[in-house]
């Protein structure tokens, strides 16, 4: 079975630009969460979607956002974007709600 | 906010040798989960501990778990270079939050 894939794996973009990030779950996973990762604050949650319904928000301003469709795909997006929000940008899919997350190889967000 | 603590921050050792990697958490938990993470890439999930277990195994890695310290252990016998990475603990408060908090790591380093 093919694993989590995200797209793009690296992107640069300047401050006020918007970014759209992709995640591409292991096929018939239904929940999908994302998570930032920086040198400062580590690994933080952002949310999670199950069934196209956001089921968990972390404590991220509204600029982040994210939406899943039917097919579970899912995309996050950062709007406005700010030098702090350099970082990698991971994606998880499990099973349900209850099972272990697969983490995808991440996108790589540099903003200048 | 990291729930997680990980001791030590970093762990350099010669192949052959023993790897013991420690967590702690604040809250109560429903699980525990360790993840690899190689060189700022994805997460790969090593072992999910559930707050009713003590002890777990799979392969070289043995994890325990004290609900009532409030803490974790990772060991990874017969270390590989291979096994060089970082490594987080993750805390899952109750199943039906995905989010998972994770600790700081521990950057271990195995010496050929």
């Known amino acids: 079975k093919a694993g989590v894939t995200q797209t793009p794996r690296y992107l640069i973009k300047t401050r006020g630009q918007q970014v759209t990030l992709s995640c591409f779950p292991i096929?018939?996973?239904?929940?999908v969460s994302w998570y930032q990762q920086t040198p400062g604050q580590g690994l933080q949650f952002l949310f999670e979607?199950?069934?196209?319904?956001?089921?968990n928000k972390g404590n991220f301003p509204g600029r982040f956002s994210g939406r899943q469709f039917s097919n579970s795909r899912s995309e996050m997006n950062v709007s406005t974007l700010e030098l702090g929000d350099s970082a990698l940008y991971l994606c998880?899919?499990?099973?349900?709600?209850?099972?272990?997350?697969?983490f995808g190889p991440g996108t790589r967000l540099t903003v200048t | 906010s990291q729930q997680g603590e990980e001791d030590p921050q970093a762990l350099s050792i010669q192949e052959g040798e023993n790897a013991t990697m420690n967590c702690s958490y604040k809250?109560?938990?429903?699980?525990l989960q360790w993840y690899r993470q190689n060189s700022g890439r994805g997460l790969v999930h090593l072992i999910l501990?559930?707050?009713?277990?003590r002890e777990k195994h799979s392969g070289r890695l043995r994890v325990t778990l004290d609900t009532s310290k409030k803490s974790s252990s990772l060991l990874i016998t017969a270390s590989r270079a291979a096994d060089t990475a970082s490594y987080f603990c993750?805390?899952?408060?109750?199943?039906?939050?995905?989010?998972?908090?994770f600790g700081s790591g521990t950057r271990l380093q195995v010496q050929p």
């Open positions: 998880a899919s499990s099973l349900t709600r209850y099972n272990e997350q697969y």
């Open positions: 096929s018939g996973h239904r929940s």
């Open positions: 979607y199950f069934s196209e319904t956001q089921r």
């Open positions: 809250t109560s938990i429903n699980n």
């Open positions: 501990i559930r707050s009713n277990e």
């Open positions: 993750a805390t899952a408060v109750d199943t039906g939050r995905r989010a998972l908090t």
